[in-house]
């Protein structure tokens, strides 16, 4: 069972940076597998649905949603089994709860929270204005 564990959450005052890690753990009868999924980022604020961040596929295409693009970067080491989010000129209404999701999708549709299959517990954001 792949399992996928993110940090680096905190308190940011807005304007700053933060940088988001998510590492996942590979069954060792599955190593190897990790440069196969897409992997990437939702973040959830209170009284809201999921919202799709980033997310690069396993051949390596990177999307972002609008109101991130410019601002977030999301890099894999396929090597370390990690993904990481560098989040810059954070805004109050960035503030949520952060997920990184994992799947071997193949499909069009990588902004939809349906496309992951595996999901991280999520770690909160907070930016203050």
């Known amino acids: 069972q792949v399992q996928l564990a993110d940090s680096g959450g905190g308190l940011v005052q807005a304007g700053g940076p933060l940088r988001l890690f998510c590492t996942v753990a590979?069954?060792?009868?599955?190593?190897?597998?990790?440069?196969?999924?897409?992997v990437a980022w939702f973040r959830q604020a209170p009284g809201k649905d999921r919202e799709f961040v980033v997310a690069?596929?396993?051949?390596?295409?990177?999307l972002y949603s609008g109101s991130v693009k410019g601002r977030f970067t999301i890099s894999r080491d396929n090597a370390r089994n990690t993904v990481s989010l560098q989040m810059n000129t954070l805004r109050s209404d960035d503030t949520a709860v952060y997920y990184c999701?994992?799947?071997?999708?193949?499909?069009?549709?990588?902004?939809?929270?349906?496309?992951?299959?595996?999901w991280g517990q999520g770690t909160q954001v907070t930016v203050s204005s």
């Open positions: 999701a994992a799947g071997q999708y193949r499909g069009t549709m990588y902004d939809t929270p349906s496309a992951y299959i595996y």
């Open positions: 590979i069954p060792t009868a599955a190593i190897g597998t990790f440069s196969t999924l897409a």
């Open positions: 690069k596929t396993w051949s390596g295409t990177t």
